[in-house]
């Protein structure tokens, strides 16, 4: 069955740094573009960003350009987002989300992790 498992979140202050990896499992991840989503209280779930499947082209939302990087390691089936110079802005649950780009009905997500920065 396939599983997408986000880990590395947690309470973190104003400027710090968080590093966010889900490992996936059950498909092809190779095959896939792979997507973080956040999701804050009382807020709809944004894309942060994408990173296509030989890791080469990614995509930014405006407010996280600069600070988060997305990037992926097909050998360990796992994509990660480094988040620096946090801010209490981007607290959210961060989920993890893969998409096939051909094939787009094929698209899975990972229960979450959260993020909170926080003095």
């Known amino acids: 069955q396939v599983q997408l498992v986000e880990s590395g979140g947690g309470l973190v202050q104003p400027g710090g740094s968080l590093r966010l990896s889900c490992a996936a499992s059950?498909?092809?991840?190779?095959?896939?573009?792979m997507r973080w989503y956040r999701q804050a209280p009382g807020k709809e779930r944004e894309l942060v960003a994408a990173?296509?499947?030989?890791?080469?082209?990614?995509n930014y939302l405006d407010s996280v350009k600069g600070r988060f990087a997305i990037s992926r390691d097909n050998a360990k089936n796992t994509v990660y987002l480094q988040m620096n110079s946090l801010k209490p802005e981007d607290t959210a649950v961060y989920y993890c989300?893969?998409?096939?780009?051909?094939?787009?009905?094929?698209?899975?997500w990972g229960q979450g992790t959260q993020v909170t920065v926080s003095s």
């Open positions: 990173i296509a499947s030989a890791g080469i082209q990614t």
């Open positions: 989300n893969a998409y096939h780009p051909i094939f787009r009905q094929r698209e899975y």
């Open positions: 059950g498909f092809t991840f190779s095959s896939y573009t």
